[in-house]
């Protein structure tokens, strides 16, 4: 067995065993980057060296009998548009922050590295965050670990696949509209979505503040609740984190939740649907049921369509303001070649987005224009507190909401680029979760005849992580959907 | 029919700092003096994945300002994001609140030829400076910045167009002033540009034919930093708004051109223009998602309105009715909250309100400009001086010798009823002695003498100066006064 394919939880089992260092867990996770991101290519960076000191350090002080952290001594890797002072760029996939060193680290960084965590490298996304696919990188595109001619979904695609393929066992990513649980489903592993406002985003790079949350990936749920026992709470430098205590995510995540509720929305089986998708999915709700749970049909009138439309304003709206800062003045990429400074403003925006980017900018800034504002941004936010009271109402009936997490399994390399429309619909099960500002996890639920991951996602109502988790786990006890390896793992030395 | 009365009308915008230690949205200290770009950090440098976080104090200090201005507190604010492209801003935006701000509808009272006037307030709102954008000198095809100031908690004062005249614009900004720092909620330093006006102005030509008043367009001045420059400004804005109204009555309106912006050039006193209705930004504002909104604790509301002082206008009413002071006193002596509370110590304990108003205005006033102090500076208590002004009072020194005595105490810090005792100041009011004063300066002057036997009264203040002198300035001057007069005229 290679170190590599243990999870975060064997790995801290392993040491304090005795049984694995720090240095072997990060030289085990540094040998499967180098032979299976040629392939995959998950990482926009990665520095061996200092995993390697970092991993020295840990051993060393776990050997001086200090208390180890939650994740001491366990490779990481983290989304680009996370900031890191450790001499990683933070670029956010975008050419117009090619080489930027972040002068400080996010919370959640701060908090891993609290917690004893190797940072290993940096992963590949859509840049700022803008995409469903990660093929929307200033850099590169990311391949899905089990079929390298398809995305691994995105925008968080490079940690999304970095875990399944056995490179490192935990990641972070962020979620604004689906983007950790949705390349979770087509990838094939764990994505946690927490409730707004649960894990501070001082740090993260802005996308749309009020969606924008960073949660965990990991194999198993009993990964995905350590990193976020790691990362969870309060933090006075984020003004929308919110002071609820954090409860003990693994303290009893073996307890089944009984009785259990689960309400089942009709308007996530709708058209536009995988019928493979529904199948693996309708097995899941079925292994649910036989474990005794209530399946209950209902529904979330405002959930899909709406959301869509609400959240493509919403998010554009707020990314185009995010997104201002980026003009060559202080910092990133700046136009070489410029007449005055409004040329230059132009020039280097124009050179160093990229079109998705650009065309969320220019949706946003015309949704804000004088005129518009009541009809677009006003209007998605009315629709917003539907949705919202959408959620209210089923969560006074269920205890969560089952569907698929994608509509599709992982889709092929440049299917969906030339059609915006029908990549913003690979986010129809999901942007809702962040526009009610909920949290929502996906998990592997099974597989298509091609052998494709289909996720199952879970919606609970605002801070239900433990009992999420805990109904996560009740599944996932039941398959071993986690123990599969996807293809380009196989074969290695 | 005759050409319609043209009245001024005047509004103005205020942006003050407010008096915290750190800026709006980050630990970074506020400060005017220091290296350019040494005051900065991530956060206010606007860099990739920084949040505000909003300075409580400024909150505090802007509720203190609105509720001076009599301004409703709503039950909720909330912050906005106004966006425009300029290398001092570095986010791209500035936080602001637009359409629900912390104080509205107040009023600020000034003294106006024939009276008080009111004039309305509008609103109050906080907001972040900019930094500052320097272009190189000899020509160089290129700028610095300084972002030291960026992220400097601004207070911005709207108010209605209540003012008529460039004097009204003077008295309302010095007004508005003066409560700021009484308050403690800003230095308005003009020189370290802590303080700035931009008022708006237009006429108001009579009457339409459907009975609203009709204007000429509104011309918005922006940035002017000191008195002077907004009250020239407003009265060349007046007497341009004439003369293209008079040129052409029909086209010269409000409803033709709308509102333009115009800058100040101060060395030559004009206004140019800036940018016309068409020109104007789209700001695009919208609620700020990283902060939250400010819902204010009514308690908390009634604490710090429970905590304010008497203000400014209320007290000069005050000191005119309770001590009796001429206008002119009374101003002066309000103009300064620390001023005013010295004073009004010393006035009640010495039990001479005039007397103290003296002291105030001549004495204290003369170390303090002196010694370029406020009153924190001044080495003595009002306690102290209410002592030395009962010495007078009560006639154990004269007044000259007074002021001796007061600067004996800022000195050495000793009492006045010490150095009166140890330096034998006491005036001497014993008869005996005095008569035989009084005798030698008539046998030394009988000119002066003569002269006043004769019924000229000017020459009685001379041989009181000489019987003074005689004395070391120690003589009761009122007592050898009597007798100059029982032995000359008796």
Redesign the interface.
Known sequence: MNASDLTAIQMREAMEKGDLSAAEATEACLAAIDRTDAKVRAFLSTDAAAARRRAQEIDRSLKAGETPGLLAGVPVAVKDNMCTADGQPTTCASRILEGWKAPYNAHVVERLLAEGAVIVGKTNLDEFAMGSSTENSGFEATRNPWDLNRVPGGSSGGSAAAVAARMVPIALGSDTGGSIRQPAALCGVVGLKPTYGRVSRYGLVAFASSLDQIGPFGRTVADAALVLQAIAGHDPRDSTSVAEPVPDYLARLEEPLEPLRIGVPKEFFGEGLDTQVERVVREALGVYERLGAELVELSLPHATDYAIAAYYIVATSEASSNLARYDGVHYGYRSSDHADMIDMYMRTRAEGFGDEVKRRIMLGTYALSAGYYDAYYKKALKVRRLIREDYETAFREVDVLMGPTSPTPAFRLGERTSDPLAMYLSDVYTVSCNLAAIAGISIPAGFTKAGLPVGLQILGNVFTEERLLRIARMYERETDWAARVPPVCEGRG | MSAPELTPTIGLEVHMHLATRTKLFCGCEVAYDARPNSRVC?VC??????????NEKAVELAVRMALALGCTIPDLAKWD?K?Y?Y?DL????QISEYDQPLGVGGFLEISVEGGVKRIGIIRVHIEEDAGKLMHAEGGGNY?V?DLNRTGTPLLEIVSEPDMNSPDEVRAYSTALRQLAVYLGVGHCNMQLGQMRFEPNISLRIGTGPDGNPRYTPIAEIKNLNSFRSVERAVAFEIARHREEYEVDPQGYTLERLGKQTRGWIDDQEVTFLQRSKEEAH?Y???PE????PFVPDRRWVDEIRASLPELPEARRRRFIDEYGLPEYDAGVLTADREVADFYETAARLCEDPKAASNWVMQDVSRVLNERKVGMAGLPITPEALAELIRLVRAGTINRNTGTEVFDKMLASGKSAVKIVEEEGLAQTSDAGELETIVEKVIADNPGPAADYRGGKEKALGRLIGEAMKASGGKANPKIVRDIFVRKLRG
């Open positions: 991530p440098l606007g860099m990739p994945g920084v949040l505000p976080v909003m994001r966006h492209y290398p570095p986010k791209n935006y700028s910045v789209d695009r504002y919208f998602p990283d902060l939250v």
